[in-house]
Every structure is written in C-alpha cells, then in structure tokens.
C-alpha cells in the first residue's frame, strides 16, 4: 500500500513538472512571437520588409506619375510663357512708338500751348514761331464700333496703313502685303471693296475690313477703275479720323522696302509724298513768266510746285483733315469727271478769296527720294551709281500703266539684289 502510494506520488510529481515547463515554453514562445510579430501572426499589415517593398514600388510609381504631370505642368508653362513674350513684345514696341511720339510731339504740344493759351508778347526777333500742329479731335466710337475694336487690335499708336481695294486690283495687292510684311510692319489694313477680296486677304492672313453696305460705295467698289477707287478713300477715311487714328493712306501700286512711320514727321494735318522729280518740282520754286509785250514789267514771278500724291499722304485726326476729306469727298460727288488728285490739290493749297473760303490746314512734303514715286526712279536714280545705292522707303508706281511687272522689277532691284532688273523699261510708258 505504502510502496502504491509513493508510486503514485512520484508519478504526479514528474507530470506536474512537464506540465509546468510546457507552460513555461509556451509563454517564452509567445513572448518571441509577441516581439516579432506585434499586430499578430495572421495580421493582414506586411512584415517590415514586404511593407518595405510596397513602399519602394508605391513610391517609384508615383514618382512616374509626379514626373508626367511635371512635364505637362512645363509644357503648359512654356506656352504660357511664350504667349505672355509675344504679348511683351508687342508692348515694348507699341511704348517705344509711344515714345518716340512723345518726344517728337514735346515740341508740338508745347507750341500749342503757347499760342491758345492767354494772348502774350512776341518775343525776340528770330524766336517768334506760329502754331504748325492743330491739336487732334476727341474720338467717337459711336461712330463705328465694329471698326474701332478692329482698329484696337491693329493699330500701332493710334496710327496705321490703309489701302482700299477690289478684285480687279488682287494682282498688284499681293506684292503690296508681301512687301509690307517683309519689311515686318504690323499696322496695316486692307479695306475690301468686294467679296473677293475679303477672302483673298483671309487666306492670306492680311488685317481686313469690309463696310457696311452702301449703294454708292458698293457700286464704286465692285465696278470702279482705279482713279473711281481712288476717289472712294476720302468718304472712307473719315470714320478713321473721327474714331482718332492717324492714317497713312496707301495705293496698292506700292512697293515698301523700310517702315514709313520711322521717318515720319507728325508735324503737319497732312504729310504727302509729291508727284515731283527734283528739288524744285518737289518742294516749290520762284517761276518767272515773259510777257514781252510788257516792256519794263514783262517779267511777273509765280510761284509752282508740283501736286501732292493722293495715293499715299498720312493725314491726323484734326479738324482741318476731316475738313478736307469732307471737302474733296463731296466735289467728287456734285462734280462729273473730276480727278481726285486734282481736287484733292486744290483743295489743300487754294487760298481765301471772294466767293471762297481757304482750307486752313498745315501740309509738308515728303521726301521725294524716300518716298519715290516712278518718274524719279526709272528717269533718274537707275541711271546714276550713287542714287542706286540709296534704298527708299516706299517705290510708288504711279508715272506708268505697266504697274505689276515694274512693281515686280521693283522687287528684283531692291529686295533680291538683281542690278539690271530695271534696265529692260523705257523711262516713260510705251
């Protein structure tokens, strides 16, 4: 009994110790695992390495993403930036002309100022000088608002080159634009006097502007020749000035080869180039008349110059100018066969007599070898060396019906360096 006993006894005593250090095993286990795996063995989060991994391709791949959208992001930038430099551009050269304005114009404004201000004394002699530039008018754009915006995007401060044309003109309007845009002039407008043209200048990405209809323009301008075109201008002007814009009026039968409005002088209602070949025909001289029957008195001085081109002058918006357009415009309409030119001309340099009032406008000449008209180029420059060396700035093409192919000659001599693309053409017309 006694030996059963401690049998037993010593049976569960190693059980009791098994079972303790089983115990004991389980809760070191569990504490290396506790450590180990802290969210548990069956956690759904990754190991430290897998979350790792994860990471690093999560990171690569947004990387990627961050990279296109960087590049996009870029891209959009440089346009931005790119339309915001043309934009720069455009307004560093609208305030260098603005400049330019305003320093020529110092003089001008203070002359005005000077004589409509209170009446004052003259001063020393030889310093006494009277007012040359009539201020400019208070625009309207009530007048013609759908010209005004479009004047808005094209004109360089507030001044412009403006040709009216038809189709039967289209030929020599093509070498006109082509010559404006190598020479790099941005303020230019074609007035369209038909359909035609309106497509034409469209296709050729040239500024355009159709009016509105009117019967008698639209006539004119769909069936007129040249000088019935030519006579349309001055009623078409007119909204131009009012609206405030300098305007340098232009044939199609010009070549240009420099910007005109840097050797402008702005100092006159009306700035024209002259019919004339020299410097007296140009700018005027003392004519003496022989009447012999006369005796003593046979000889009587008058004064000549030669008419002013009106198929290229630059005209302000002053009272004065729209004054003479008014004036010309309606001469050609109460008076039959009558030239522009002439009107035009009479209309600028009549003085006041009895029965007439005189147009008190301030008027220079250009130029005459700047603005060249083709008398003086085909009788005279092409022949002389040193005069062939001389470059214009505009070839008007007005002395000879042969207009295309001298305008093309005009081209060859000036823009493509062919010496005797002028030699073929007699100095007159055929």
């Not at 010559?179 to 296709?203: E, H, Q, R």
Request: proline letters at 5%; a neutral charge.
């Amino acid at each position: 009994m006694a030996g059963g006993r401690r049998e037993k006894n010593s049976q569960s005593s190693i059980r009791g110790s098994r079972i303790a250090i089983a115990i004991g095993i389980g809760v070191v286990a569990g504490c290396i695992f506790a450590f180990f795996f802290p969210n548990g063995f069956f956690s759904s989060n990754p190991p430290a390495q897998v979350r790792t991994l994860s990471k690093s391709s999560l990171e690569v791949d947004l990387s990627s993403c961050e990279s296109t959208e960087k590049i996009n992001m870029l891209k959009t930038d440089i346009m931005r930036l790119s339309e915001k430099n043309g934009e720069l551009k455009k307004q560093v050269r609208e305030l260098n002309e603005k400049l330019r304005l305003a320093e020529q114009g110092k003089d001008h404004a203070q002359e005005q100022f000077m004589v409509l201000s209170e009446p004052h004394k003259a001063g020393p002699f030889g310093t006494v000088k009277g007012l040359r530039t009539n201020p400019t008018i208070l625009p309207d754009e009530s007048v013609n608002p759908r010209l005004a915006k479009i004047l808005a995007e094209v004109a360089v401060g507030k001044e412009l080159i403006v040709a009216l044309a038809n189709s039967n003109v289209k030929a020599m309007l093509e070498v006109w634009f082509t010559s404006i845009k190598k020479v790099g002039i941005p303020n230019y407008l074609v007035v369209a006097l038909d359909d035609v043209i309106v497509d034409f200048c469209k296709s050729n990405d040239v500024p355009v502007y159709k009016r509105d209809p009117d019967k008698v323009v639209d006539s004119v301008g769909k069936m007129g020749g040249n000088h019935a075109v030519s006579g349309l201008k001055f009623r078409i002007l007119r909204e131009f000035l009012q609206l405030g814009y300098s305007v340098l009026l232009s044939d199609v039968d010009i070549v240009y080869l420099q910007n005109p409005f840097d050797h402008l002088y702005r100092d006159s209602d009306v700035e024209s180039m002259s019919d004339g070949h020299n410097n007296m025909t140009a700018y005027g001289y003392n004519d003496v008349f022989d009447e012999p029957a006369m005796g003593w008195a046979r000889y009587a001085h008058t004064m000549r110059i030669w008419v002013y081109n009106s198929g290229f002058f630059y005209i302000r918006p002053t009272i004065p100018s729209i004054e003479l357009l008014d004036r010309v415009a309606d001469r050609m309409a109460r008076q039959a066969n009558v030239w522009d030119q002439a009107v035009f001309n009479e209309e600028l340099f009549f003085p006041s007599h009895p029965d007439y009032v005189g147009l008190h406008a301030a008027k220079r000449t250009m130029d005459f070898y700047l603005f060249m008209n083709s008398k003086v180029l085909f009788k005279t420059v092409r022949k002389d060396a040193n005069l062939k060396k001389l470059k214009p700035v505009i070839v008007h093409v007005n002395y000879h019906p042969d207009k295309l192919s001298r305008m093309l000659a005009v081209v060859e001599f000036y823009v493509n360096g062919k010496q005797d693309a002028l030699d073929s053409f007699p100095d007159g017309s055929a």
